[in-house]
């Protein structure tokens, strides 16, 4: 590809009616995209984020640490921090996931 040589990189269009999707490897995971377009406005947007990607798997996670944390008799204070753990694992801090 050439570098752009000048700074105006705007492209004249007309909106038309239609639909687009797209997929992106976003740091967190896949991300999904899906637009409908009618009369020149956003008639539709979806968007399935990374997290509903890791929404089971992250609850099995929890249901695991919690039945390794929490007693009948007492709920063990490392609970806070497995959880933590947990959550980090599938869906990191956009600066963690970055680095």
């Known amino acids: 590809a050439e570098p752009l040589d ?6 004249p269009y007309t909106p ?4 687009g999707y797209g997929l992106v490897e976003a740091p967190r ?7 409908c377009i009618e ?3 956003i008639a539709q947007a979806e968007f399935i ?3 509903v990607h ?3 798997a992250i609850e099995r996670a929890l249901r695991v640490a919690a039945e390794r944390y929490i007693t009948a008799e007492q709920v063990d204070m490392e609970l806070e921090r497995a959880v933590g753990r947990v959550v980090r694992a599938f869906d990191p801090c956009i600066a963690c996931a970055t680095h």
């Open 54 to 56: 890791n929404a089971l």
């Open 16 to 19: 038309r009616d239609g639909e």
């Open 6 to 11: 000048h700074e105006d990189t705007a492209v």
């Open 29 to 35: 995971g896949p991300l999904i995209h899906h637009y």
């Open 39 to 41: 009369n020149g406005l």
């Open 49 to 51: 984020i990374p997290t």
